[in-house]
C-alpha cells in the first residue's frame, strides 16, 4: 500500500527490540497493525479487510 | 599474464545454501535496482552490528541490490527525510541512478523497518526489496485503486515479532 500511495508510510516494527513502542500500542499478540495511532488491527487480515480498516483512519467520516 | 584471483570462500553465510538459491531466482526477476539505506549508529546500538550482517547476505544473491550506510547520529537529515527516529532501521528505495536525489532515480517505496530483519522479518524484507525492484502488486485491482485516493497522510505500523 505505502508503494502505491505517495501519502501511505509503512513501518514494519520489530516488536521485541523497541519495547517502549510495543508498550505505547499495548502489542499483546502480534502481528499487530497501528494506522495513525487511531485505528488497530489485530491478527492477519484477509486484503480486502485489511485495506479497508487501514483505509479507514483516512476517512473518519464517509462521504456517499 | 593473468593472475589469478583469490576467490572470498563463503563460509559464514546466514542463509541455507538452497534458501540462496532460491532467493536468486526471485531477485534475477528484478527490473529496477533497489537500495537498502541502513541507518545505524556506532555507539549504543546492540543490534546494529546483526543487522548488518543480515543484509550484507543480500548484494551477493542480485547485482541489484545495494546497501547504503547513513549515520544516524552524523546524517539526521537523510534520517528526517525518511522518517527514521531510532536504530537500526531500513528504508527501501528503488535506485536507478548513481546518485542520492530524486533526480537520480531514487523512488521511495515507503516501506521502513525498525530493528532487526530476523526471522519472518526477513522475509518480509526480501518482499519489500521484490517489490521495490519491481514485482506486480499483491494488491487487487479494486484495492489498488482505493489506495491510490487516499489523499491524508497515513503511517502504518505493523508490529512482529521475529518468531
Redo the contacts between chains.
Keep these: 500500500m505505502a508503494f502505491v500511495s505517495p501519502n501511505i508510510t509503512a513501518f514494519a516494527v520489530e516488536a521485541t527490540e523497541y519495547p517502549d513502542l510495543a508498550r505505547k500500542y499495548q502489542v499483546s499478540g502480534v502481528p499487530k497493525t497501528v494506522v495513525n495511532d487511531t485505528v488497530e488491527i489485530l491478527g492477519a487480515l484477509p486484503q480486502d479487510a485489511f485495506v479497508e480498516q487501514v483505509l479507514s483512519a483516512a476517512a473518519p467520516r464517509e462521504v456517499g | 599474464m593473468a593472475r589469478s584471483r583469490q576467490l572470498k570462500i563463503e563460509t559464514m553465510s546466514l542463509i541455507a545454501p538452497s534458501d540462496q538459491e532460491k532467493l536468486r531466482e526471485a531477485f534475477a526477476e528484478m527490473t529496477s535496482n533497489v537500495r537498502l539505506l541502513f541507518f545505524t549508529q556506532t555507539l549504543g546500538c546492540e ?1 546494529c552490528p546483526e543487522t548488518r550482517q543480515i543484509l550484507d547476505e543480500l548484494p551477493p544473491l542480485s547485482d541489484k541490490i545495494t546497501i547504503e550506510e547513513v549515520n544516524f547520529v552524523l546524517d539526521k537529515d537523510k534520517a528526517t527525510q525518511y ?1 527514521i527516529d ?1 536504530v537500526p532501521a531500513i528504508a527501501v528505495v528503488a535506485a536507478n541512478g548513481q546518485g542520492t536525489g530524486a533526480s537520480d532515480g531514487i523512488k521511495d ?9 530476523a526471522g519472518y ?1 526477513f522475509m ?2 526480501v518482499h519489500a526489496v521484490l ?2 525492484g519491481g514485482r506486480p ?4 485491482e479494486k ?2 485503486e ?3 485516493a ?13 518468531t
Excluded: D, H, K, W
Design positions: 543490534t522518517g531510532r517505496s515507503r516501506i521502513r523497518f525498525l530493528g532487526t530483519p522479518e518480509s524484507l517489490l521495490a502488486l499483491s494488491l487487487t484495492n489498488r482505493r489506495v491510490m487516499v489523499a491524508t497522510p497515513l503511517t502504518v505500523q505493523v508490529f512482529t515479532t521475529p
